[in-house]
């Protein structure tokens, strides 16, 4: 049934009212804390506060142990027209912090049908920015986010619980692609939520995360050629290595691209961006293993954790390229309809 705006202005409040009952009736360690408070501007759209973890350590993330409650925001969008529950896409940003790059990314999907939500994983925590110094926040942390926004999302009635994707851009990128990682789905949900796809651009692949265990939603990679910040290639050696395992990716390059391929913003140097280009290693998350290859020799425990930091390098280039900006979003949108064309 199509809905007037009068009629969604006047059941914003009984939804997140209905919400709100339905997470504080949820049993878990983690889901106790979620409280979503709405303050809603309008009828299609909406900003929410919700509570998140705020993971020190890998392990403790996974093992369910991280007590470090923090209520951090997102902004929720629909379409213009609701005719039925609607797939959503959350939304996860870099360094920067949430910029005018995710709004225009949440246009784009409300115009085509999707509901957005744009995740402010900063400010809620005290931070800014994070390109000079990415240690203010674990990498884990847009992980976590991320399953919590799943589980917010899925409880409005507007939503189709069973067609939430997760998309983000570089640091978000990371969260999204290795939010597919099983044992990070269930660091945070009970039952059989998940999500129904993972988009990552420019995410950063050199120290990744690795697991026997994948939640089977499609992954869609979107790298650029020329990206000395997160370099496609050590992305391209992991898909196939997500492949062999039995993943679905989708992996899109291309080749004239910088970091940030996708805005508008001209192309610049940050002299002060810390890179991990150099950095090669890998977090087992079943065995909670740390490893890093240095000189041809594999490394693990305390010795890893200082080649971690050694490794890293400063200076990046950042900036919009027209063909990779342009063709972008007809590549999301031909994946998020590939998709959920495959589903019931």
Known sequence: MLLTHREKSRN??????AIAFCFASIGTVFAASITPVSHTDDALSSTISFTSVTPKHVKDFVARSVDNKVTIT???????TLHSAVPAVIILHGSSGVNPGEKVWAQRLNAMGFASFIVDSFTGRGISNTEADQTQLSMTAGI?????????????????????????????GIAALYSALEPFRRAVIDDDLRFSAHIAFYPGCGMHYTSAYLDNAPILM??????DYTPAAPCITYANDLRKQGAQITLKTYPNAYHGFDRPTR???????????ECHGSYDLDSNNFTMLTDGQLVSGAQATTESRRCLSYGVTLGGDT?????????????????YAAQP
Do not use: C, W
């Open 12 to 17: 914003a409040h009984r939804i997140f009212a």
């Open 74 to 80: 997102g902004r929720l969008a629909f379409p213009d």
């Open 144 to 172: 976590a986010d991320a399953y919590f926004a799943l589980r917010l999302l899925a409880a409005d009635p507007r939503i189709d619980n069973r067609k939430i994707s997760v998309m983000g851009f570089s640091r978000g």
């Open 222 to 227: 979107l790298l650029g050629g020329k990206d």
């Open 267 to 277: 192309l610049h140097f940050i002299k002060s961006a810390t890179s991990a280009r």
């Open 323 to 339: 063909q990779a900006r342009e063709q972008s979003p007809l590549d999301v949108a031909e994946f998020l309809k590939f998709v």
